[in-house]
């Protein structure tokens, strides 16, 4: 971290998980437990979460966001949900890009890029997912991949939209499978991520951008990450369902 250029960020990814009383429970456990955070801390929650997480995070320092969007403001998109449906909701993050939303569901860095544009649009801040496949760390193509992902999905965006843009750099081998990147490896994607912004945007929006890990990031191992120069917090999915262990990754980004 270094809070003097940029912004840490905690952010919960709770995926496919909790129901909307399940949420008002969670988020009511996590309030008091962050309620001192000296980093932004972000719920993600299911679509039909997000008003009870709304309701419940009302007037604490958890913002919430949702975990997808579609292209398309509306149409003929069975089962799909508009960006703007979500800022009508008060929502004010979306996750883009999530390596799930890759493997499980077609996303393209075409539909990425077309989602991250739809929703900065509409007043979104989206956190951006990038990350590679064991196959290509192996390969050695790690930096290359996450670059051309990043170029992609920002194709467009202007410097001052990019504030409105946080990049998550995830591997997609560390993902729920409680192997994390080490700290070392962590902070050299970030690193590289931020090389690229630099040269895209300038050395300003590189310094000004956070950019968080995440993959199997805990309680254990958040203290050691966030110690990184340019690990600007963490993108938490399993241990974010966990208050007591998300308030101590929390805390480790508010030091
Ligand atoms: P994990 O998930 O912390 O359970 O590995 C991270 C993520 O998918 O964002």
């Given amino acids: 971290m270094n809070k003097q250029l940029r912004p840490a960020v905690i952010a919960g990814n709770w995926k496919m998980n909790k129901t909307p009383?399940?949420?008002?429970?969670?988020?009511?456990?996590?309030?008091?437990?962050?309620?001192n955070a000296d980093c932004k801390v972000i719920c993600a929650v299911p679509f039909t979460g997000l008003t009870a997480a709304l309701e419940a995070a009302k007037g604490s320092n958890i913002a919430v966001g949702a975990e997808n969007c579609h292209w398309a403001k509306s149409g003929a998109f069975t089962g799909e949900i508009s960006a703007d449906f979500l800022t009508a909701l008060g929502v004010e993050y979306v996750i883009i890009g999530h390596s799930e939303r890759r493997q499980y569901f077609g996303e393209t860095d075409k539909t990425v890029h077309d989602r991250t544009r739809a929703a900065l649009d509409s007043g979104l801040k989206v956190i951006l997912c990038v990350?590679?496949?064991?196959?290509?760390?192996?390969?050695?193509?790690?930096?290359?991949?996450?670059?051309l992902q990043t170029k992609i999905a920002l194709k467009g965006v202007s410097a001052d939209e990019l504030?409105?843009?946080?990049?998550?750099?995830?591997?997609?081998?560390?993902?729920?499978?409680?192997?994390?990147?080490?700290?070392?490896?962590?902070?050299?994607?970030?690193?590289?991520?931020?090389?690229l912004i630099a040269e895209l945007?300038?050395?300003?929006?590189?310094?000004?951008?956070?950019?968080?890990?995440?993959?199997?990031?805990?309680?254990?191992?958040?203290?050691?990450?966030?110690?990184?120069?340019?690990?600007?917090?963490?993108?938490?999915?399993?241990?974010?369902?966990?208050?007591?262990?998300?308030?101590?990754?929390?805390?480790?980004?508010?030091?």
Avoid: H
Wanted: one cysteine or more; aromatic letters at 4%; a negative charge.
């Fill in 21 to 35: 009383a399940e949420t008002v429970a969670l988020i009511n456990e996590i309030k008091p437990l962050v309620a």
């Fill in 131 to 147: 990350g590679e496949q064991l196959e290509d760390r192996e390969n050695g193509i790690t930096t290359e991949l996450v670059r």
């Fill in 163 to 195: 504030k409105s843009v946080i990049i998550a750099y995830e591997p997609v081998w560390a993902i729920g499978t409680g192997k994390t990147a080490t700290a070392e490896q962590a902070n050299e994607v970030c690193k590289a991520i931020r090389n």
């Fill in 201 to 255: 945007y300038g050395a300003d929006s590189a310094n000004g951008l956070t950019v968080q890990y995440g993959g199997s990031m805990n309680a254990k191992n958040a203290d050691e990450l966030v110690a990184q120069p340019d690990v600007d917090g963490g993108l938490i999915g399993g241990a974010s369902l966990v208050a007591a262990d998300f308030a101590v990754i929390v805390k480790a980004a508010s030091k």
